[in-house]
């Protein structure tokens, strides 16, 4: 079963990763930014049966990454904005990568809703190409992904505090058994 994911950061791209994993029996692969299909890395990616990332349907209709979501079951995964824009904020205040701290920065001496309210608007750090898109940008960008795949499906974060709605989710999109998708799961 060959099986692609996408999703904003911080959407619970891991989580859904470790699921799927879970029932195919394979690592995924994380797609990396302006990766070469002609590279020994995307000639692997491309063998293995889960490959994913933060993909918006732009950049998996480019070349260089439309040969990874051909003839794959496509799986968005998304979340609350709020939510996403709350777990960005710690993510970047905690991460140690230079762009992270550059953000991190940008929102240093304001109050926390201001902080969210900064993050939902986007940022853009002007002498670097760091920044992060405005969430409702990000959102539609990915659920957009649905339209261009016959075989796909939008997942919520939240659904997977259901177990009930995400195993049948699972069960249905993926067509294996309930049991099976709920040990996936669990």
Same mark, same amino acid.
């Given at each position: 079963?060959?099986?692609?994911? *996408?999703?904003? @950061?911080?959407?619970?791209?891991?989580?859904?990763?470790?699921?799927?994993?879970?029932?195919?029996?394979?690592?995924?692969?994380?797609? #990396?930014?302006?990766?070469?299909?002609? /590279?020994?890395?995307? #000639?692997?990616?491309?063998?293995? &049966?889960?490959?994913?990332?933060?993909?918006?349907?732009?950049?998996?209709?480019?070349?260089?990454?439309? @040969?990874?979501?051909?003839?794959?079951?496509?799986?968005?995964?998304?979340?609350?904005?709020?939510?996403?824009?709350?777990?960005?904020?710690?993510? %970047?205040?905690?991460?140690?990568?230079?762009?992270?701290?550059?953000? /991190?920065?940008?929102?240093?001496?304001?109050?926390?809703?201001?902080?969210?309210?900064?993050?939902?608007?986007?940022?853009?750090?002007?002498? *670097?190409?760091?920044?992060?898109? @405005?969430?409702?940008?990000?959102?539609?960008?990915?659920?957009?992904?649905?339209?261009?795949?016959?075989? /796909?499906?939008?997942? #919520?974060?939240?659904?997977?505090?259901?177990?009930? %709605?995400?195993? &049948?989710?699972?069960?249905?999109?993926?067509?294996? =058994?309930?049991? =099976?998708?709920?040990?996936?799961?669990?």
């Amino acid at each position: 079963m060959k099986i692609a994911l *996408t999703s904003i @950061p911080k959407s619970g791209t891991h989580l859904l990763a470790t699921v799927i994993e879970n029932i195919v029996g394979d690592y995924s692969v994380t797609l #990396r930014k302006n990766l070469d299909p002609q /590279s020994r890395y995307a #000639r692997k990616a491309i063998r293995r &049966q889960v490959v994913g990332g933060h993909l918006r349907i732009s950049a998996i209709m480019s070349p260089n990454y439309f @040969p990874f979501f051909q003839d794959r079951k496509v799986i968005a995964l998304i979340r609350d904005p709020r939510d996403i824009c709350n777990s960005m904020i710690h993510y %970047i205040e905690k991460s140690h990568r230079i762009e992270h701290k550059m953000l /991190s920065m940008a929102l240093n001496g304001l109050e926390y809703d201001e902080k969210i309210c900064r993050i939902a608007d986007g940022i853009n750090i002007s002498e *670097t190409n760091t920044r992060i898109p @405005p969430i409702d940008v990000s959102c539609r960008g990915f659920i957009e992904v649905v339209d261009h795949f016959t075989d /796909s499906i939008i997942i #919520r974060y939240e659904d997977f505090f259901e177990a009930d %709605i995400i195993t &049948q989710k699972i069960s249905n999109f993926l067509e294996i =058994s309930p049991d =099976s998708a709920h040990d996936a799961v669990m």
